[in-house]
């Protein structure tokens, strides 16, 4: 079974830059689309992006297009979240999971990971 594990967050200010990890800790990505999520407190979980096996689709939430850019590295069974001209209103607990051979945005994820706060205040 896959197991995800997220990194990369951390405190920016408004404008500034992040750029997260999404990598198997257990198992391997090999055939499963990814998906980003994040939730804030007091908020309902919403999705942020997601990405097919191969990359060629991808999708993203009206809130970051523009701004934030997924990616894949199947070569190191690794996804990224970049994150641009990052807002207050991005500030939020960031998750990936996982569907085998899914579409985008993700229909069953599974293999959540623990997830990566990102904060943005100055």
């Known amino acids: 079974q896959l197991q995800l594990a997220e990194s990369g967050g951390g405190l920016v200010q408004p404008g500034g830059s992040l750029r997260l990890s999404c990598a198997a800790s257990?198992?391997?990505?090999?055939?499963?689309?990814i998906g980003w999520f994040r939730q804030a407190p007091g908020k309902e979980r919403e999705g942020v992006s997601c990405?097919?096996?191969?990359?060629?689709?991808?999708d993203y939430a009206d809130s970051v297009k523009g701004r934030f850019t997924i990616s894949r590295d199947n070569t190191k069974n690794t996804i990224y979240l970049e994150m641009n001209n990052l807002t207050p209103a991005d500030t939020a607990k960031y998750y990936c999971?996982?569907?085998?051979?899914?579409?985008?945005?993700?229909?069953?994820?599974?293999?959540w990971g623990q997830g990566t706060q990102v904060t943005v205040s100055s």
């Open positions: 257990r198992g391997t990505l090999a055939g499963y689309a």
């Open positions: 999971a996982a569907e085998y051979w899914g579409p985008c945005p993700l229909a069953v994820p599974s293999g």
């Open positions: 990405i097919t096996n191969l990359g060629g689709t991808t």
